[in-house]
């Protein structure tokens, strides 16, 4: 037995695992490229465990890693011979406030919990993420982009306040106005200050169905154009849309002959409504330049927000969930995004797609006040991201594919949105935080000064040591 167990054990409510008692869950994470072993996986239940467990490490030299659903793919969610926090212990969805339009969560709550615990009273989160089985502070940890981030922003921006647990052990409450340092290091801040514990949520009313439309276009600059108008219109609740391939037969392709494809791309505008006031169909694609229009489908709003779990349990049948998760997913300006995407997909072999597939989103770049949710400048922004399901025996010929297109993608003035597969060096994540690096490392120097969270994915290099804390805070 570790000679630490029960110390940690006795300072907590929550239970304490040593390395006999892992599962295959606790040592790696959605990515499957990377495999740490923690010394110790710890299931609080309380904010005051979390802070007394931060407190232990700082007392015996451990570094500690927080871990949702681990849906992320670098170093995020894992831990190397540090306390693992398995935060899916703190799952408890407190009051409901109707007059203000929040609800009280704790960190670990599963998005799809919430949603289910919300459709009595026709309430839901402003924002969801297409996977709903991810927790709250996993997301709002990273930024969290949906469907609707082009009204609403990420799921960070519709936090109103939040109780966490800083690198020191401290426990504070924390809003845009009350230590608002601290609540924007906490969003889209990668756990590098501080451990979300709970979270007051905003939320919206929303019409008890949604009618979504099938639309199919050739040409990424007249989805583009489209998307633009929705963005604008105010016409519409949600935008998804993706890339497709259709396989034409075989060519040379960095000198070898492959399977190539002509891209379409499928886009699903969707609208709520309530029984006996559907949407006029005409009226609402007026003006659309789409290749075809293939199917509308009316589903309860409940159903909708739940749409991805049919693919999501497929891929499980199919085996490709048990694969390695290395996706790409960039958040391009408007106006080099048709020339990347144009240059990336026509070479893009189709079969990397099995059990995944080509994102896109459309957004505003102005309705997110999050300062370490990196994106490019402009008014309209468009996202796009390979993720595949790659057999472990295959990734070392897909992986300079996608490094490829992160690379030109950034030289396009991109942004790598951050769940996904990351190998930055020390200058590139400088160069990707650019103007917001000396406020990442000095809220780093001031909430974690011992830099005991999160640690191994962010290579600071001497910048902790070099860097005046405090600096543009």
């Not at 167990?5 to 040592?27: A, C, M, N, W, Y």
């Not at 993608?409 to 190998?423: P, T, V």
């Not at 060096?425 to 011992?450: C, Q, S």
Request: glycine share 10%; net charge negative.
């Amino acid at each position: 037995m570790d000679r630490l167990f029960s110390p940690l054990q006795e300072r907590i409510d929550g239970v304490v695992f040593t390395r006999d008692q892992f599962g295959e869950e606790h040592l790696t994470n959605y990515g499957r490229i990377h495999y740490w072993k923690p010394r110790f996986v710890v299931k609080p239940l309380t904010t005051q465990d979390v802070a007394e467990t931060v407190r232990f490490a700082k007392e015996h030299g451990l570094f500690v890693s927080t871990r949702g659903s681990a849906h992320s793919q670098s170093e995020l969610g894992i831990s190397k011979d540090g306390i693992l926090l398995d935060m899916k212990s703190m799952d408890r969805i407190y009051e409901v406030d109707h007059g203000e339009n929040l609800v009280e969560v704790q960190g670990g709550v599963v998005w799809r919990d919430l949603v289910q615990h919300l459709k009595r009273w026709d309430l839901s989160p402003r924002v969801l993420t297409n996977n709903l089985g991810v927790t709250i502070g996993g997301t709002v940890s990273m930024a969290g982009i949906g469907v609707a981030s082009f009204k609403y922003g990420s799921q960070g921006d519709n936090v109103h306040d939040m109780e966490v647990v800083t690198g020191n052990g401290d426990i504070v409450h924390c809003s845009r106005d009350e230590n608002p340092e601290l609540f924007w290091s906490v969003v889209a801040g990668l756990g590098q200050s501080a451990i979300l514990c709970k979270a007051n949520m905003i939320l919206r009313k929303n019409k008890k169905m949604c009618r979504n439309y099938y639309l199919l276009y050739d040409d990424i600059g007249k989805f583009m154009t489209d998307s633009e108008k929705m963005m604008d219109d105010g016409k519409w609740d949600y935008l998804e849309s993706w890339a497709s391939p259709c396989p034409q037969g075989i060519k040379p392709i960095n000198g070898e002959r492959r399977v190539f494809a002509k891209w379409f791309y499928p886009f699903h505008p969707t609208v709520e409504f309530d029984p006996g006031e559907e949407p006029n169909d005409k009226e609402m694609l007026e003006g659309l330049d789409f290749y075809d229009y293939l199917y509308t489908d009316d589903l309860p709003t409940i159903d909708f927000h739940e749409r991805m779990v049919p693919v999501f349990e497929l891929w499980k049948k199919a085996g490709t969930w048990d694969y390695m998760h290395p996706w790409m997913e960039l958040v391009m300006p408007w106006d080099t995004a048709a020339d990347y995407i144009n240059q990336i997909l026509p070479d893009l072999p189709p079969g990397l797609l099995i059990g995944g597939h080509i994102l896109l989103w459309p957004a505003k770049g102005t309705v997110s006040d999050s300062k370490f949710f990196m994106r490019p400048e402009g008014d309209n922004l468009i996202g796009f991201g390979i993720l595949p399901a790659v057999p472990q025996r295959y990734w070392d010929q897909v992986r300079p594919i996608l490094d490829n297109g992160s690379l030109l993608g950034q030289a396009m003035g991109g942004k790598r949105y951050l769940s996904g597969y990351i190998n930055f060096t020390e200058e590139e994540w400088r160069m990707h935080f650019g103007d917001r690096w000396p406020e990442l490392v000095a809220a780093k120097k001031k909430y974690d000064p011992e830099c005991l969270l999160n640690p191994g994915f962010i290579k600071y290099g001497d910048a902790l040591k070099t860097e005046p804390a405090g600096a543009n805070s």
